[in-house]
């Protein structure tokens, strides 16, 4: 998304919630062992495969992203370069959005769920994805 906008205030705070988003997944997919699936709640759930990983911490560094580029627009005196970064994430944010549903299938484990849903911009994520409990469930 950054392309050649390194040195911008936006630019650096961009590269720090993709750290943070890297850190966030890879912390919750070491302790999912600990956790339970988000719709039966049962503990345990299923095998995890790498590329499902992958695309988590770039859903969340995406939603992240998307906060600061709307925050740093907010303050911006119509910058260009950052109107087209924010044009690029929109971009990206309409051609993953198809494949949340299956990603949150994959990830199944409670925090990493929340944590993809509630980061990434998407219409599913008013949605309830945990029956009765209301656990999981995004308000």
């Known amino acids: 998304m950054l ?28 302790i999912r062992h600990r956790g339970v ?24 560094a995406h939603g992240m992203a998307m906060r600061v580029l709307e925050t740093a627009l907010r303050g911006s005196d119509d910058d260009p370069a950052l109107r087209a970064t924010y044009c690029r994430a929109i971009e990206v944010g309409v051609c993953v959005e198809p494949e949340l549903p299956r990603l ?20 599913g994520r008013f949605t309830k994805y945990a029956g009765g409990t209301g656990a999981g469930q995004v308000e």
């Open 3 to 30: 392309a050649e906008q390194s040195g911008a205030a936006w630019s650096d705070a961009v590269t720090a919630v993709s750290a943070a988003a890297a850190w966030w997944v890879g912390f919750f997919a070491v």
């Open 104 to 123: 949150v299938d994959e990830l199944a484990e409670l925090r990493l769920v929340d944590l993809v849903s509630t980061t990434a911009r998407w219409r």
């Open 37 to 60: 699936h988000h719709i039966t709640l049962e503990p345990h759930p299923g095998p995890l495969h790498e590329q499902a990983l992958g695309t988590a911490v770039s859903v969340v």
